[in-house]
């Protein structure tokens, strides 16, 4: 435990930690991605499949578990991730902050891709809109017609209205370069570097932010096309 | 070539230091910057004014001295080039230049152009040292060392400390500077020995120092005058990682 201080203590061991958080929000939101397409399969014997999904996640387990025991545990776990990777970003930000207070008069052309600029910012818009998402789809108070359990008809209410479906563009935009440069942030920061495989870390990170914003946007707009109802 | 040349003038650590606009005129495509500072500077003298301070030695690229913000670029625009090593013949007439010191807390003004980089100094005694055995001199090439791990240590010991890293990143890190001084005798034999105690000094080093954190955006590599690679600073991100999980306890015996 110690030595795991010991590391802590360093720039580069609250980076560790951020990448290790980092990856688990990534597996979440990649399996997550998977989830919602269920909603593309038809209903059989007068089930949507995403419900059928959706009862399956507080089933697994059981009877090993409680009801909605992985579930839970799911919880917790990404509830210490998001904590983890929310704490470490403000360390790392008071820290770069302190180490140049003041910037240059005229600020030209270093490459810094556009979302490698805006990790900090994109950081805080996912954190609002994960919020929103919760209250949208969790609890439904954000909801205008929220009926507990009932999966898929809250998804196809929701993104019927244009307005909702604008909001979750944005925050799988901001989600799209978030995953980005964090995929290819976590390769360089846990040192998982090889000259015979270094040339693909960029590929594979643009290709996972492309296959998880095209995942997660394609239900809503096949909704909004009338598609999915 | 007419240049206007906006130039960083700081009296001393505790001057609050402005930009001060210079009209350069006569200037030939065919000399270096720092010749093009040398010319501006003579004039100042020359009118009885305090010339500009910057930091120069070899002029020839090699010794890592010279080092300014050129238009908000390290070194200038042209990449692989260290100031002294740029010439004229990168601007065009009638250009305007900006020229501001590396910013960074780590490195603090000492008078316009030139900063305090003993930092990097600190960061290599806290581990850049190997133990040899003394007394007569070792049989050349006794020790065997793969080519690739020559090369790639050489190409990391390439780094002549200019400080364009630190310049360049938005975050002030030294990590490019550090992870250089790190791989290049960790990669070969004689560097295993401190290996993992070379990798915790410095990284320790360069925290207490103030510089920042990586954030992974590569602007140093750009900057890099000698193009050290970012695969550096995954090697060391890589050792660091091991070396605090293998660290043993002070005076731990044999099975610890």
Not at chain 1, 155 to 180: E, K, M, R, S
Not at chain 2, 38 to 66: K, Q, Y
Not at chain 2, 110 to 123: A, C, M, W, Y
Request: hydrophobic content about 45%; overall charge neutral.
């Amino acid at each position: 435990m110690r030595r795991v201080a010991t590391l802590y203590r360093t720039t580069v061991g609250k980076k560790v930690l951020m990448a290790v958080s980092g990856v688990v929000l990534f597996s979440f939101v990649f399996a997550h991605m998977l989830g919602n397409l269920k909603m593309l399969f038809p209903a059989s014997d007068g089930h949507f499949a995403m419900d059928v999904y959706a009862e399956y996640l507080r089933e697994i387990g059981y009877p090993l578990l409680p009801h909605g025991g992985v579930l839970w545990i799911a919880r917790l776990v990404l509830l210490a991730a998001v904590g983890t990777h929310i704490w470490s970003a403000l360390q790392l930000a008071q820290l770069s902050r302190a180490a140049r207070p003041s910037g240059y008069q005229k600020e030209d052309s270093l490459s810094l891709s556009y979302a490698s600029r805006t990790m900090r910012w994109g950081g805080v818009i996912l954190l609002l809109f994960v919020i929103y998402h919760l209250l949208h789809f969790t609890t439904g108070q954000a909801h205008s017609s929220f009926v507990a359990g009932a999966v898929h008809q809250n998804y196809v209410n929701a993104f019927q209205d244009p307005g909702i479906f604008l909001v979750y563009l944005i925050a799988q935009t901001a989600l799209c370069f978030h995953l980005y440069h964090g995929a290819w942030s976590f390769f360089q920061t846990l040192g998982l570097s090889h000259p015979k495989y270094n040339h693909l870390r960029r590929p594979f990170a643009a290709g996972f932010a492309f296959v998880v914003f095209v995942g997660f946007l394609m239900p809503p707009t096949l909704v909004l096309a009338g598609v999915i109802s | 070539m007419r240049l206007t040349l906006h130039v960083w003038r700081q009296q001393g650590p505790n001057d609050q230091g402005r930009l001060e606009r210079y009209e350069a005129n006569d200037v030939s495509e065919h000399m270096s910057f720092l010749e093009m500072l040398d010319v501006i500077n003579e004039r100042l003298t020359e009118d009885g004014e305090e010339p500009i301070a910057f930091e120069h030695d070899c002029r020839e690229g090699i010794c890592g001295s010279c080092g300014m913000m050129i238009n908000g670029v390290p070194h200038g625009p042209k990449t692989m080039t260290t100031a002294c090593q740029l010439h004229m013949r990168s601007f065009k007439d009638g250009d305007e230049i900006w020229i501001e010191p590396w910013r960074a807390t780590a490195f603090p003004v000492i008078k316009d152009l030139v900063v305090d980089r003993s930092g990097f100094d600190r960061i290599i005694q806290s581990g850049g040292y190997v133990s040899v055995r003394t007394g007569s001199a070792p049989d050349g090439n006794a020790i065997p060392i793969p080519k690739e791990d020559a090369d790639a240590a050489f190409d990391a010991a390439t780094c002549i400390g200019c400080g364009a890293c630190v310049a360049a990143c938005p975050n002030a890190s030294a990590m490019l500077f550090t992870s250089a001084k790190v791989a290049h005798l960790g990669l070969v034999p004689q560097g295993q020995t401190e290996r993992w105690d070379r990798v915790r000094g410095m990284v320790e080093t360069h925290d207490d120092e103030g510089f920042g954190n990586c954030t992974n955006h590569g602007a140093c590599q750009e900057a890099c005058p000698k193009g050290i690679s970012l695969d550096y600073i995954a090697q060391l991100n890589r050792d660091l990682i091991k070396a605090t999980l293998k660290a043993k306890p002070v005076g731990a015996g044999k099975d610890a």
